[in-house]
């Protein structure tokens, strides 16, 4: 598997300010991780991994949290993936979660840890054994079904060279692979909104490749978030909206969504902390109790 996702700027804003003064941000002197970045409620990333990690009792983070609770005030907000993987960098004693695929050029600043015993990898997700996945999602109105600018572009992902692209460092989903023939219709403009997680492979990947070979079209590809690529979807915003998880329940009548890849969510560190592994009955105590996970013994 090749490492080729660029990595995310860590001139986002840093949100460890508060975190600093509460728990001893980046100074190492605490006995484990005390400190927990999360995603905004918007983000597809936080709706997966909160149903995906459970407790010793059956407790999903999600479960918990419709229930009417709430986090623990160990736990920060990182807007963005490019803001996890700062705030965690800058935090001795935090850990985060992102997108397996934007792990490989930021290991100069941090790592992925097991989750449960088992390595984050492509091969490991395809295998079952990784149980932190998730999909990658394109929505569209089901009224209106896709424009043609819009299948031909799930065409060129759905071909040879774009499946090749998926699966530097996610799961293709293709069905079958196809034929590509470039766009010959009149319409210039491709718009796709929504997760975060899922721009990096469009932009740094998907669009320039087909961009290669669709000479005068433009599409233009903003990260806001999987609610929001949801609702402009809805609203007629966007020609696909992009989401990285399943498509939400309120959506199911007025939506379509098209799997384009999984990915896994990996759980990181700082590069240089000593801890190797955490468990999801770890995971759910960090976020919802505060407990510390301890690091590895020496």
């Known amino acids: ?33 005390t400190v927990a970045f999360s995603r905004p409620s918007t983000s597809g990333t936080y709706g997966a991994f909160n149903e995906l990690v459970v407790n010793s009792d059956g407790v999903t983070i999600d479960d918990f949290i419709k229930d009417g609770g709430s986090f623990a005030r160990n736990v920060q907000t990182s807007q963005e993936t490019g803001n996890v993987i700062a705030d965690v960098a800058a935090t001795s004693n935090g850990l985060g979660y992102i997108s397996l ?31 932190l996945s998730r999909p990658f999602n394109f929505v569209y109105r089901t009224s209106e079904g896709l424009s043609d600018l819009a299948q031909n572009f799930i065409d060129f992902i759905e071909s040879a060279d774009g499946q090749a692209l998926v699966n530097e460092d996610y799961i293709g989903q293709a069905e079958t692979v196809k034929n590509y023939t470039p766009y010959a219709g009149t319409e210039k403009v491709l718009t796709l909104t929504g997760s975060t997680s899922v721009q990096p492979l469009m932009n740094e990947f998907i669009i320039p490749a087909f961009l290669k070979l669709n000479l005068g079209i433009t599409v233009n590809c903003s990260g806001t978030g999987s609610g929001q690529g949801e609702t402009d979807a809805v609203a007629g915003k966007n020609n696909l909206g992009m989401i990285s998880r399943e498509l939400g329940s309120d959506y199911a009548d007025t939506l379509t ?30 976020y919802i109790n505060g407990t510390a996970i301890p690091f590895d013994a020496e």
């Open 101 to 131: 695929g934007s792990v490989a050029a930021n290991t100069d600043k941090i790592k992925a840890v097991k989750v449960n015993g088992v390595e984050a990898t492509v091969a490991n997700i395809e295998a079952g054994t990784y149980k």
């Open 257 to 286: 969504a098209y799997t384009i890849a999984l990915d896994g969510i990996a759980v990181i560190v700082q590069k240089d902390v000593n801890l190797s592994n955490v468990t999801f009955d770890q995971l759910y105590n960090l």
């Open 1 to 33: 598997m090749k490492k080729k996702i660029l990595a995310i700027g860590l001139a986002a804003a840093m949100s460890v300010t508060a975190v600093g003064l509460m728990a001893g941000c980046g100074d190492g002197s605490a006995e484990g991780i």
